[in-house]
């Protein structure tokens, strides 16, 4: 399996194109549609993997499942925030990102669509339906865990107790896994479970500013 980041336009959101044996995987395609596309090319997209449902991370969708006729997957606990207006951190405003195509629940737990396969967490604290995928030695985290940070817990449907027990779960898993955020550059545990504030302590999640 390979997988390429393609940071995309807007809040620099990362978009996860994994390929194997002529098929794809995209995980968070937030904006772009033209440029996955054309990354895309004869590839066969068998899905879509959304870690959580925030216009920054499904704004591409609808194009993708046009042309591709793919399904998407999220967890249902964000379900009801899709496609709605969201608050705009920090502007005092919202944005709408229509997403009209079918979701299918994203269970947690073990999963296989097509070439790939991998485990389903669940890690409420940025939002109720945030969601981490373990693939192999992979770990896509979304917007729960970044390089030496977590997601903010103050939009819609974050909260603070959750996000700490999202840190504690973290601390769980294997210290050699390579983790690929949602936003910044990618990682590997063993070094954020020794200077990720938020792991070291995860009661720091109360002290998160806006």
């Known amino acids: 399996m390979e997988i390429k ?3 995309l336009e807007g809040i620099h959101t990362n978009c996860y194109l994994l390929t194997s044996n002529q098929q794809a995987l995209l995980i968070d395609p937030g904006s772009q549609p ?3 596309l054309r990354h895309l090319g004869n590839l066969q997209l068998v899905g879509i993997l959304l ?6 991370h499904t704004g591409a969708v609808d194009a993708l499942v046009s042309q591709y006729h793919c399904p998407v997957f999220l967890h249902q ?14 502007k005092g405003m919202i944005r709408v990102v229509p ?8 269970q ?5 669509l097509g070439n790939f396969s991998g485990k389903v967490f669940l890690t409420p604290g940025h939002s109720e339906g945030s ?8 770990l896509f985290t979304g917007d729960t865990l970044f390089h030496d940070t977590v997601g903010r817990t103050d939009l819609y449907g974050g909260s603070d107790a959750q996000m700490a027990d999202s840190c504690r779960f973290i601390l769980t898993l294997k210290s050699q896994l390579h983790f690929y955020p949602g936003h910044g550059p990618k990682g590997i545990l063993k070094q954020e479970f020794l200077t990720n504030p938020f792991l070291l302590d995860p009661q720091n999640v109360f002290l998160i500013q806006d």
Do not use: C
């Open 108 to 112: 947690t737990g073990e999963w296989q």
């Open 5 to 7: 980041t393609l940071t």
């Open 51 to 56: 870690t959580h449902g925030h216009y920054d």
């Open 131 to 138: 969601v981490m995928i373990r693939m192999g030695e992979h």
């Open 34 to 36: 033209g440029r996955l």
């Open 99 to 106: 997403l009209e195509s079918e979701i299918t629940p994203l």
């Open 77 to 90: 606990n964000d379900f009801p925030w899709v496609g709605k207006a969201q608050p705009e951190a920090g």
